[in-house]
């Protein structure tokens, strides 16, 4: 008996070059999460849609998070057409995608948003599934460099961005930092994000905004760094 497949292609328009392309996704009945990480990184049973988060287009090269691939403006066509087309070489990213696939595609969108000067939040969230596409083949160095750059972008997004609208919003933003320090050793850069966190929701104002299973997450994030670093000075004492 013939498999039945988990992928299926759907059809846009690039918004950059305007031709009829078409991009690869996972079936929702096929998506089996098994857990998740605290910086949301999600793991699946079979196949893993994060694979195919970034849609490119074949013709002109423009690349982005399937969430915000139709959300361009004239500036950024105009950077898209200037610095990405003409060094694209066409080629198509329909079908399955193996891990390396899926960075290669990740990247083109990284450069696309680069490219276009696109807000530090978004360049963040590539920066964020390239980290994790690392982690699922096990590559801790480059995890690692693309989790610093990820921190780096989600700071200046969280100074410079109106965060008020939409599932990624300052509170959201604060986790994420500090959580992302906390992978990278920063801790008492964690504590102060997450504390700032648990500060913000204490506000009677604020609290309604804020969702109590990231409320829940920040604490204990907060527990465990204080064990981290009552473990560390605990070997330090043990090393004197």
Same mark, same amino acid.
């Given at each position: ?81 200037? !610095? ?16 390396? !696939? ?42 690692? !460099? ?95």
């Amino acid at each position: 008996m013939e498999e039945v497949s988990s992928l299926y292609n759907s059809k846009t328009k690039c918004p950059v070059c305007e031709s009829s392309i078409e991009f690869t996704k996972v079936k929702s009945r096929s998506i089996r999460l098994i857990k998740q990480d605290t910086d949301f990184c999600p793991w699946y049973e079979g196949e893993n849609p994060v694979y195919y988060e970034a849609v490119i287009c074949p013709e002109c090269g423009y690349g982005a998070h399937v969430t915000t691939f139709e959300k361009i403006n004239r500036f950024e066509k105009t950077k898209i057409k200037e !610095k990405i087309t003409p060094r694209w070489k066409k080629r198509s990213f329909i079908g399955p995608r193996t891990i390396e !696939k899926a960075l290669e595609a990740f990247k083109i969108a990284l450069m696309n948003l680069i490219a276009s000067e696109a807000n530090k939040s978004e360049v963040a969230k590539i920066c964020l599934r390239i980290a994790w596409l690392h982690r699922y083949e096990g590559d801790e160095v480059q995890e690692k !460099k693309f989790l610093e750059h990820a921190l780096r972008n989600y700071k200046m997004a969280y100074q410079g961005e109106d965060l008020s609208e939409g599932k990624f919003d300052e509170y959201v933003c604060m986790f994420i930092i500090g959580e992302l320090s906390k992978r990278l050793g920063k801790l008492d850069e964690s504590s102060q994000w997450l504390s700032r966190l648990i500060t913000s929701y204490s506000d009677p104002n604020k609290k309604n905004l804020i969702s109590n299973k990231l409320i829940e997450t920040t604490r204990d994030l907060i527990q465990e760094i204080k064990d981290m670093k009552a473990n560390q000075s605990n070997e330090e004492a043990s090393t004197a």
